[in-house]
């Protein structure tokens, strides 16, 4: 596969789109191994660019549609209450909703997405179609339904649970769910960063005393994390304790 790879850029330098197509889709279908994944994810990052970037490729994605909607159409094998996808459909589907997404029409890339979480049991695959569905919905500034589809993104990613409640503290703050927006932040806290957001989310809602302990944590964490420092600095100010404001600033310049 390392080989064909070589080769698709090879075509994409030339200036062969179709055949840079043809090379990339028959590493996306054939990379399924575990150490392939991240091969599988660029071919569909080359393909989605290279359909979406060239209009006289774009009757590939017609292709790809007309098969995806056979997919979809066929039973799938059933190992519980919901009926699995046939082989490759699920693939072919976060395919076609990146090409969709490449051309901006959100609208298809969702319903695409909807379409596969409806038919996957909850498991590693059903994670992955929502977390891009998470992305298409936040792109069409549908917050609450983001927030519901990267709530049940976290259940089933546990190992990435403190990334997703930080977007959710974020999703949260733009619905004006504050105190969704404070727990979520807090559980997404593991390092200065996330010490860093939780102050400003606490700061945005005027919590000063709580907003000013999470910087200091943040600098506690993380020294050199002079967005902190700055930060603590101007609420300093705002209160009118101008020495410890000073003296912090003096850190940053040193």
Do not use: C, N
């Amino acid at each position: 596969l390392q080989l064909r790879r070589g080769l698709a850029q090879a075509y994409e330098r030339l200036s062969r789109g179709r055949d840079a197509v043809v090379t990339w889709e028959q590493i996306y279908f054939a990379a399924k191994g575990p150490g392939e994944r991240l091969l599988q994810l660029e071919a569909r990052k080359r393909l989605a660019s290279l359909v979406a970037k060239e209009t006289r490729l774009q009757a590939t994605l017609y292709t790809w549609q007309r098969r995806l909607a056979a997919m979809l159409s066929q039973p799938g094998p059933t190992t519980g209450p919901t009926p699995t996808l046939p082989p490759d459909a699920l693939q072919l589907g976060l395919l076609v909703a990146e090409v969709h997404q490449q051309l901006g029409k959100l609208g298809d890339a969702e319903q695409v997405l909807s379409q596969l979480r409806v038919r996957l049991p909850d498991g590693p695959q059903l994670a992955e179609v929502l977390l891009s569905l998470g992305s298409v919905l936040k792109a069409q500034r549908k917050i609450e339904e983001a927030i519901a589809v990267l709530k049940q993104a976290a259940t089933l990613l546990p190992d990435r649970q403190r990334e997703l409640y930080a977007q959710l503290a974020e999703l949260s703050m733009q619905s004006y769910r504050d105190g969704d927006a404070i727990r979520y932040a807090e559980q997404a806290v593991a390092d200065a960063g996330g010490e860093l957001s939780l102050g400003e989310i606490l700061e945005r809602r005027d919590e000063i005393p709580r907003a000013m302990a999470a910087y200091k944590r943040a600098m506690e964490r993380d020294p050199r994390l002079f967005r902190a420092h700055m930060a603590l600095a101007r609420l300093h100010v705002q209160r009118g304790e101008l020495s410890e404001a000073a003296a912090l600033y003096r850190e940053v310049v040193r």
